[in-house]
């Protein structure tokens, strides 16, 4: 009789092994942010690192499956913002609440920036794209209403968002320090228009 497990109970195993596993993940990245170890997040789900890169083949597959929920919040509060009024306001509160994430959510902005671990050439950055495609309405709005220049791009404000929280994670009071930086890059992206 062969000494295997059938193909059900091998994918329930997967299941459970996958949840545990990024269980483990949320909690080792929001104490430790981007960096978190995979092994040690190995140890903690109780398999070995081979399981872990069987689920998360590299580290942004991880970090992406832990934003995956908080993705899903900003892309809902944007296409709730998508029909405010004044465009630059739901522009500029949208992104607020990005940067807002990104300090609050440790591991969020690594998710979202390029360049701060190899690219996933199989994968591509799915978190960034879906922010930037809830940016893309609200930008494109905002634009045609004059509120911000015209070349002005969804990466290019993802970018300043991460920049901000990555600028801020070390400072004593990240999130006002955040909330600084993002009110002067604010001023300058998109100024206030005067009342006449």
Known sequence: MPDHQPADHQRADARRNYARILAVAEQEVAAHGGGASLEQIARTAGVGSATVRRHFPTRRALLEAVSSRRIDTLSARAR???DRGDSRDA???WLSDVVTYC???RGLAATLAYGDVP???????TCAAAIQEAADPLLRRAAQDGAV???VTAADLIALAVGIALGTEHHPDPAARADRLFRLAVA?????????
């Open 119 to 125: 690219p996933d050439p199989v994968h591509g950055n």
């Open 188 to 196: 300058g992206l998109s100024p206030a228009r005067s009342e006449r």
């Open 149 to 151: 220049a015209p070349d």
């Open 103 to 105: 300090v609050t959510a």
């Open 80 to 82: 709730d913002l998508a």
């Open 91 to 93: 522009l500029l509160d």
